[in-house]
């Protein structure tokens, strides 16, 4: 099977989960078509097989469809298969450990989550082009109402909750939260080039609590979390006015909240 690697790191996170787990469950190698930069070898990732797309395309309905496991061998699986439930959760965890060492910021910056211990909560805010471009009519950025429950209600389980804050724009942050600690030493500086984002998921991954945003950027941050008695909050509807499925994307396990 050839599974299509496309978009910004998270997306193809999703789409290598996708490929890994159900080539596995299908008994099947796995061949992987590049469409644009390549992100995923930050992680510890064991399958780098490249081949172009050769047999009939496969396209994702946009929720878990159990027909990938039954079509013909050699099929190519074209979208992006976003949902927890195709994957072999321990191989996932494992191939998205980071490689190497995090920078001495991101370091330090772990070692301050740590501190807060079961206090520790994340928010995530994507603006950018959440907020001025196409995305801003398909996702649309969640309200403050929105981050502003989630506070109180991580407050209500932890009263001394520190909340740390990771955007594409931490200058709007740093102004809308002022009484928390925006992460910004990885921030995006061109999204058609690689450069340290994915430390901001491990560093997600490192709190305890969070809220995120409907952006798979921080959904990776949140499932990659080990802690058992997390509280993860997601907005109720992934894309404005609910224009498309996403049933399977938000786990039941986490609370969705009017966005």
């Given amino acids: 099977m050839v599974v299509r690697l496309h978009g910004g790191l998270a997306n193809q996170m999703f789409q290598y989960a996708f490929g890994e787990s159900v080539g596995a469950a299908r008994k099947e190698d796995v061949f992987y078509n590049q469409d644009g930069p390549r992100r995923l070898d930050v992680f510890n990732i064991k399958n780098t097989s490249a081949s172009r797309e050769t047999g009939p395309a496969f396209h994702d309905v946009n929720h878990f469809d159990e027909r990938v496991y039954s079509l013909t061998r050699g099929t190519s699986f074209v979208g992006y298969w976003q949902t927890e439930k195709y994957f072999d959760e321990g191989m996932v965890r ?36 959440y907020v001025f471009d196409y995305n801003a009519k398909f996702h649309g950025m969640p309200s403050m109402r929105y981050y502003n429950e989630a506070v109180e209600r991580i407050r209500a389980h932890k009263e001394n909750a520190r909340f740390f804050v ?94």
């Fill in 94 to 129: 494992r191939e998205f450990s980071i490689k190497g060492q995090p920078s001495e910021e991101s370091l330090r910056m772990a070692d301050t989550i740590a501190q807060a211990g079961e206090g520790s909560a994340f928010l995530h805010v994507r603006r950018g082009d």
């Fill in 166 to 259: 990771f955007s594409d724009d931490p200058e709007w942050c740093q102004v809308s939260f002022p009484n928390f600690t925006v992460v910004s030493h990885n921030k995006i500086v061109d999204r058609g080039i690689p450069g340290r984002e994915h430390e901001d998921i491990w560093l997600m991954s490192q709190c305890h609590h969070g809220a995120i945003a409907n952006s798979s950027f921080s959904w990776w941050g949140a499932w990659l979390g080990t802690q058992p008695t997390k509280l993860i909050f997601a907005p109720k509807n992934w894309f404005v006015n609910n224009q498309a499925e996403s049933r399977d994307i938000v786990p039941t396990r986490w609370t969705k909240l009017e966005n």
